[in-house]
């Protein structure tokens, strides 16, 4: 397989993502500051209903004697350890405000990018799309996605800028990046290259709810968007490995 079909669902990703955006700057500028705020609490409210669907995977996941909603706490936990140590939410901000500073964006450029960023990349079609398009160069569930994430372009753009459109750059790292290992490793550690055998895997489910629980926090900072709570936000980038280290909980809590 071509690595241009393994990365096609990638690729309209980004356009869609890219055009939500040149439309979210043009019609942002000329909407009212309160119009713009409740767009955006809009989306949150559909971001929140996606999140909380995607959290009640964990019902379906069971780890020996304990139960998934444990197995995603102490991901959790121990994943925003890991994060703060690593200082994944500093490392995502630094790197808005390089390409802020490159490109000379303006305004809330780097909340921007990094809000988009995390919005675009976690939760279940990101890794269930890319496996499915990389194993067998489906890019159906990318393009489903592509729809839901250019309306929320258009609506972040219009808040935050241009700093949305440049989140591209972390799909394209992240989605692209699944789709390329799919094939090398995925087959072997979650039961085969069937798409219908990933949405009822237990380590992809325990994945789902975990990017749930995450997308549930951006759901709240959106939500906070365009009010002065910023010490009320929730630092979704710290609790990246949170999804990586869910698996590694559910294989062990499996073997004891």
Do not use: H
């Not at 909380?52 to 996941?61: F, N, P, Q, R, T």
């Not at 890991?82 to 490159?102: Q, S, V």
């Not at 990046?177 to 895997?201: E, Q, R």
């Amino acid at each position: 397989m071509s690595v241009f079909a393994q990365l096609s669902g990638t690729f309209v990703n980004v356009v869609a993502v890219l055009i939500g955006t040149a439309l979210g700057l043009t019609m942002g500028g000329r909407l009212p500051q309160k119009t713009q705020r409740t767009l955006l609490q809009s989306l949150s409210l559909v971001t929140l209903f996606i999140a909380l669907d995607m959290a009640a995977s964990l019902g379906k996941v069971q780890g020996g004697n304990i139960p998934g909603v444990l197995l995603a706490l102490l991901s959790l936990a121990f994943g925003v350890i890991l994060g703060e140590a690593l200082g994944i939410e500093e490392a995502l901000e630094r790197l808005g405000e390089t390409l802020r500073r490159r490109f000379k964006g303006g305004g809330r450029f780097t909340e921007g990018f990094v809000a988009a960023s995390l919005l675009f990349c976690v939760g279940p079609m990101t890794v269930i799309g890319g496996l499915q398009n990389g194993l067998t160069g489906d890019s159906s569930t990318y393009v489903l996605k592509s729809t839901l994430d250019g309306i929320a372009a258009l609506a972040l753009a219009g808040a935050y800028g241009i700093g949305v459109g440049f989140s591209t750059l972390s799909v394209l790292l992240i989605q692209g990046g699944i789709s390329l290992l799919a094939g090398t490793f995925a087959a072997g550690l979650l039961g085969g290259a069937d798409p219908s055998i990933l949405k009822t895997n237990p380590y992809v489910l325990l994945i789902t709810g975990v990017g749930g629980l995450m997308i549930a926090g951006i759901s709240w900072n959106l939500m906070l968007g365009g009010l002065n709570f910023e010490d009320r936000r929730v630092r979704v980038g710290s609790m990246m490995p949170a999804l990586l280290l869910g698996p590694l909980l559910l294989w062990g809590a499996v073997k004891l």
